[in-house]
C-alpha cells in the first residue's frame, strides 16, 4: 500500500527522512506486482530484493542533495524540474555500469 503520509519507523530513520518518500503516492493506491516479474527483477539484482528499496532510497537522497527537499516533493508529486531529466539519464547510466560490474 503506497500513501500520501507514509512514514516508516523502527529502522533508524527519522519520520521527515526523504528516503519516506519511497513508499508515499499522491493518492493511497496498491502496487500489484506480478510473480514472474518479480522473480525476473530480482534475479537481475543477483537476488536481493533489498536492492530495490536501497536504490530508491540512494536515488531519493541524491536527488535531495542536488534539488533540496521541497523540490523532490514536487518532484515526486510529478512536477518537471530544470535538470531532472539529466539527471535521471545519468543516474540510470551509473546504475547500468554497477549492475553490468556484479553480472
Known amino acids: 500500500m503506497f500513501s500520501l503520509y507514509f512514514k516508516a519507523r523502527g529502522i533508524g530513520t527519522d519520520v521527515e527522512d526523504v528516503d ?5 503516492a499522491p493518492y493511497p493506491s496498491f502496487h500489484i506486482l506480478r510473480e514472474e516479474e518479480v522473480s525476473s527483477a530480482v ?4 537476488g536481493d530484493s533489498s536492492k530495490v528499496w536501497n536504490w530508491n532510497v540512494r536515488l531519493l ?18 512536477k518537471k524540474m530544470d535538470g ?9 547510466e551509473e546504475w547500468k555500469m554497477k549492475m553490468g560490474q556484479r553480472q
Open 43 to 46: 534475479k537481475k539484482l543477483c
Open 84 to 92: 531532472i531529466e539529466t539527471f535521471l539519464k545519468e543516474t540510470k
Open 20 to 24: 519516506n518518500l519511497t513508499n508515499r
Open 61 to 78: 537522497q541524491n536527488l535531495d542533495k542536488a534539488f533540496g527537499r521541497d523540490n523532490v516533493e514536487q518532484i515526486m508529486k510529478g
